[in-house]
């Protein structure tokens, strides 16, 4: 299909307005104009079935296409908002005998000079255009950043994800966080800058795995604070609960005055503790106005890894973040790479698996799950004209399902994804997209990274 940035809708339904309902829809110039419910005898004649249309059709005599969903869902894009791009489909190369999270950053951390800019750039794109295709428009993704090589290593990893975000930039916006090293403090933290200076979204890191966590912290304030950017940190991604990285990352915001510019991701320490401790740190967090990140799938993957039974699970407290109003969304983190065999960039099969861990299953539960796939990923993102709101970007996705709990349940396969100005996507094979370019990307990525086995690169 070609662009269709003029587009009217009908018979839609809007779970995160009133599922309920049905609603009429408008679209000029790739932005929402109108979203209203639809009266029950505004049936239009010359309606085109949604399933049929393409774009060489034209609807009635003013050109503009009026599509009957039927009564299929429609959400705005999905928001990513912690994925690991850059070592997407490394897991052919550079495996995890253990499954635990410290042999993962071993051997990657190994592998990373053996990785040239083209292979990085080529695992970017196919995972973005994989992400694209399930309905997600917008990703926030975070950066190896090997300083422990070299210079150029580490650089090389950023270069190749400013080309793929300016390649991709036409169908769907990657934002980009370079991770700062652990334990960085006596390499070559002019790198860092040069990484800032290089066009950058934001700066992240994982403080709790360094032997100077507040130290480091410090630091990533300081750069953020130069260069006016956010953060997004990984934050006590272990079982031990005693780790409370967050607790500083806290304080620090606060004493800084960037309140509403810092994310937290992964929390699992925060499951390992009691309630009550758990209750006082997440307090610290609202205080402090951070944002939060989940990664269900990969959590439960990693670890528990050095417990006999009972067994941890490391998903942090989901709900009780929610519910002290703290923003926190659900993420996808890593795709077929050592820290996570698995995963495909579908946020709906995110969001279900987020229900699972954290006990998520009534009706109220799933329409919150739904916005921890966008609305309070967008949040996190600082995303402006986001949303189901008049004269915000019309960026969506269609699901060929009828009700929230019918799309939990099924995951259809089949989707329409719409993004900037035109459906990039409509149910067909994955290979095949609506744009040229688009499968050109798609083809060469695909062609680029493979699941074939090589020799792994040892630790």
């Given at each position: 299909m070609?662009s269709?940035n003029h587009?009217?809708l009908?018979n839609?339904?809007?779970?995160l307005?009133d599922e309920?309902e049905l609603?009429r829809l408008?679209?000029?110039?790739?932005n929402w104009?109108?979203?209203r419910?639809?009266?029950?005898?505004?049936?239009?004649?010359?309606?085109?079935d949604?399933?049929?249309?393409?774009?060489e059709q034209?609807?009635p005599?003013?050109?503009?296409?009026?599509?009957d969903?039927?009564?299929?869902?429609?959400?705005?894009?999905?928001?990513?908002?912690?994925?690991h791009l850059?070592?997407?489909?490394?897991?052919?190369?550079?495996?995890n005998?253990?499954?635990?999270?410290?042999e993962?950053?071993?051997?990657?951390s190994?592998a990373?000079?053996?990785f040239?800019?083209?292979?990085?750039?080529?695992r970017?794109?196919?995972?973005?255009l994989?992400?694209?295709?399930?309905g997600?428009?917008?990703i926030r993704?975070?950066l190896?950043f090997?300083?422990?090589?070299s210079?150029d290593i580490a650089?090389?990893t950023?270069?190749a994800?400013l080309e793929?975000?300016?390649?991709?930039?036409p169908?769907?916006?990657?934002?980009l966080?370079?991770?700062?090293?652990?334990?960085f403090?006596?390499?070559d933290n002019e790198?860092?800058?040069?990484?800032l200076?290089?066009?950058?979204?934001?700066i992240g890191?994982?403080?709790?795995?360094?032997?100077t966590p507040e130290?480091?912290?410090?630091?990533?304030?300081?750069m953020?604070e130069?260069?006016d950017v956010?953060i997004?940190?990984?934050c006590?991604e272990t079982d031990?609960?005693q780790?409370?990285?967050v607790a500083?990352?806290a304080?620090?915001?606060q004493e800084e005055?960037?309140?509403g510019?810092?994310?937290?991701?992964?929390l699992c320490?925060?499951?390992?503790?009691t309630?009550?401790d758990a209750?006082?740190?997440i307090?610290q967090?609202a205080?402090?106005k951070?944002?939060?990140v989940?990664?269900?799938a990969v959590?439960?993957?990693?670890q528990?890894r050095?417990d006999t039974?009972?067994?941890?699970?490391?998903?942090t407290r989901l709900k009780q973040?929610?519910e002290r109003?703290?923003?926190i969304?659900?993420?996808?983190d890593?795709?077929h790479?050592?820290f996570?065999?698995?995963?495909?960039g579908d946020?709906?099969?995110?969001?279900?698996?987020?229900?699972?861990?954290?006990?998520?299953g009534?009706?109220?539960?799933?329409?919150?799950?739904?916005?921890?796939?966008?609305?309070a990923p967008a949040?996190?993102?600082?995303?402006?004209?986001?949303g189901?709101?008049?004269g915000?970007?019309a960026?969506?996705?269609?699901?060929d399902g009828?009700?929230?709990e019918?799309?939990?349940?099924?995951?259809p396969e089949?989707r329409w994804?719409?993004?900037?100005?035109r459906f990039v996507?409509s149910?067909g094979?994955?290979?095949?997209w609506?744009?040229?370019t688009l499968?050109q990307?798609?083809?060469?990525?695909?062609?680029a990274?493979?699941?074939q086995?090589?020799e792994?690169a040892k630790g």
């Amino acid at each position: 299909m070609a662009s269709n940035n003029h587009i009217d809708l009908c018979n839609v339904r809007l779970p995160l307005l009133d599922e309920r309902e049905l609603y009429r829809l408008s679209i000029r110039d790739g932005n929402w104009t109108h979203i209203r419910k639809q009266e029950a005898d505004a049936a239009d004649p010359e309606v085109i079935d949604l399933e049929a249309w393409k774009s060489e059709q034209r609807g009635p005599t003013d050109g503009i296409p009026t599509l009957d969903l039927q009564g299929k869902i429609l959400l705005p894009g999905y928001v990513d908002a912690h994925m690991h791009l850059d070592k997407s489909f490394s897991l052919t190369t550079v495996e995890n005998i253990s499954g635990t999270l410290e042999e993962a950053i071993l051997n990657y951390s190994a592998a990373a000079p053996t990785f040239s800019k083209e292979e990085i750039k080529a695992r970017m794109m196919r995972s973005a255009l994989q992400a694209l295709s399930f309905g997600t428009t917008h990703i926030r993704t975070h950066l190896d950043f090997n300083l422990k090589y070299s210079r150029d290593i580490a650089l090389r990893t950023i270069e190749a994800a400013l080309e793929a975000r300016e390649a991709l930039a036409p169908y769907i916006t990657l934002q980009l966080f370079p991770m700062c090293p652990f334990n960085f403090m006596s390499l070559d933290n002019e790198a860092i800058e040069e990484a800032l200076r290089m066009g950058v979204d934001g700066i992240g890191g994982a403080p709790h795995l360094s032997q100077t966590p507040e130290e480091d912290i410090d630091f990533i304030f300081k750069m953020a604070e130069k260069y006016d950017v956010p953060i997004d940190l990984h934050c006590d991604e272990t079982d031990n609960p005693q780790m409370r990285t967050v607790a500083y990352v806290a304080k620090r915001t606060q004493e800084e005055g960037y309140q509403g510019r810092v994310a937290v991701d992964h929390l699992c320490a925060l499951a390992s503790m009691t309630d009550e401790d758990a209750g006082g740190i997440i307090d610290q967090m609202a205080e402090a106005k951070l944002k939060a990140v989940s990664l269900p799938a990969v959590n439960l993957y990693l670890q528990g890894r050095h417990d006999t039974f009972p067994v941890r699970r490391g998903v942090t407290r989901l709900k009780q973040i929610h519910e002290r109003g703290i923003p926190i969304a659900v993420a996808s983190d890593n795709i077929h790479d050592p820290f996570h065999p698995f995963g495909r960039g579908d946020l709906l099969q995110i969001a279900l698996i987020g229900s699972y861990a954290a006990h998520m299953g009534r009706p109220a539960d799933l329409r919150t799950l739904l916005r921890m796939i966008t609305e309070a990923p967008a949040n996190v993102l600082g995303l402006t004209s986001y949303g189901l709101t008049e004269g915000n970007a019309a960026n969506f996705v269609i699901l060929d399902g009828r009700s929230t709990e019918e799309i939990f349940t099924l995951l259809p396969e089949r989707r329409w994804v719409y993004c900037q100005g035109r459906f990039v996507r409509s149910p067909g094979s994955k290979a095949e997209w609506n744009n040229t370019t688009l499968a050109q990307f798609w083809q060469g990525a695909t062609q680029a990274v493979s699941f074939q086995k090589h020799e792994f690169a040892k630790g």
